[in-house]
Antibody, heavy 121, light 107 residues
Framework: QVTLKESGPVLVKPTETLTLTCTVS??????????VSWIRQPPGKALEWLAH???????SYSTSLKSRLTISKDTSKSQVVLTMTDMDPVDTATYYC?????????????WGQGTLVTVSS | DIQMTQSPSSLSASVGDRVTITCRAS??????LNWYQQKPGKAPKLLIY???SLQSGVPSRFTGSGSGTDFTLTISSLQPEDFATYYC?????????FGQGTRLEIK
C-alpha cells in the first residue's frame, strides 16, 4: 500500500525558512523513473507544482520559486525534504507531497494528506 | 510555462445530469493531460491520465477525451459524491501546470 505523509511546522514567521518532510511507504525512492514532487495550494486557490526529485537524485524546480527552494531525499529513511527560504504570508498554503511513478509523464498518482502552513508574525 | 485554462470556473447541476468540463492548453501537449477530483479538506485524487485512461477504481461514468490543446472531462450521470472541484494538469513538460479548477455544485 502506497502512502505519503507530510510533516513540519504549522506556523512560520515571515522571512523564516520552512522545512517540510515527506515520509513514504509502499515504494522505494530508489525505484528507477519514480520520484516525488511537492505541490501547494493556497486556501481557496488552485494547485501549484513546486519541485521534484528523481530516483537518480536529479532535481527540478518551479521557475518562479527556484531561488527559494531546495529538495533532497534520504532513501534509507524513505524521506523527501523540501526547504523554502524567506517565507511570506502569500506562501500560506497546504503543502502536498505526491508520487510520480514515471517521469516520462508527470502524473501524480498518490498524494499525502497535506499539511497546512500559515505564515504570520 | 504551459498555461492551462479550464471552463467553466463553476457549474451547478443536478444528480443524474451529464456534465462536461473543458481544459485548454496554451500549446500542444499531445495527450499528456490528467484530471483530478478534490473534495473539501482532502487531497486531489487522480481520475484520468493520458487524456482518456481511467485510473484504477474510478467509476466508468467519468470519461476524458481530447488531444493537442483541447480536452474534456465528462461525467455521464452525476452522483451525489461527484460534487467537488476538478482540475486538469498537463504532464507533458516541466514545470507541470494545473488549470484553475472547476467547482461542481449541486443545483
Amino acid at each position: 500500500q502506497v502512502t505519503l505523509k507530510e510533516s513540519g511546522p504549522v506556523l512560520v514567521k515571515p522571512t523564516e525558512t520552512l522545512t517540510l518532510t515527506c515520509t513514504v511507504s509502499g515504494f522505494s525512492l530508489s525505484n528507477a523513473r519514480m520520484g516525488v514532487s511537492w505541490i501547494r495550494q493556497p486556501p481557496g486557490k488552485a494547485l501549484e507544482w513546486l519541485a521534484h526529485i528523481f530516483s537518480n537524485d536529479e532535481k527540478s524546480y518551479s521557475t518562479s520559486l527556484k531561488s527559494r527552494l531546495t529538495i533532497s531525499k534520504d532513501t534509507s529513511k524513505s524521506q523527501v525534504v523540501l526547504t523554502m527560504t524567506d517565507m511570506d504570508p502569500v506562501d500560506t498554503a497546504t503543502y502536498y507531497c505526491t508520487r510520480v511513478p514515471d517521469t516520462t509523464s508527470w502524473t501524480f498518482d498518490y498524494w499525502g494528506q497535506g499539511t497546512l502552513v500559515t505564515v504570520s508574525s | 510555462d504551459i498555461q492551462m485554462t479550464q471552463s467553466p470556473s463553476s457549474l451547478s447541476a443536478s444528480v443524474g445530469d451529464r456534465v462536461t468540463i473543458t481544459c485548454r492548453a496554451s500549446r500542444s501537449i499531445r495527450s499528456y493531460l490528467n484530471w483530478y477530483q478534490q473534495k473539501p479538506g482532502k487531497a486531489p485524487k487522480l481520475l484520468i491520465y493520458a487524456a482518456s485512461s481511467l485510473q484504477s477504481g474510478v467509476p466508468s461514468r467519468f470519461t476524458g477525451s481530447g488531444s493537442g490543446t483541447d480536452f474534456t472531462l465528462t461525467i455521464s450521470s452525476l452522483q451525489p459524491e461527484d460534487f467537488a472541484t476538478y482540475y486538469c494538469q498537463q504532464s507533458y513538460s516541466t514545470p507541470s501546470t494545473f488549470g484553475q479548477g472547476t467547482r461542481l455544485e449541486i443545483k
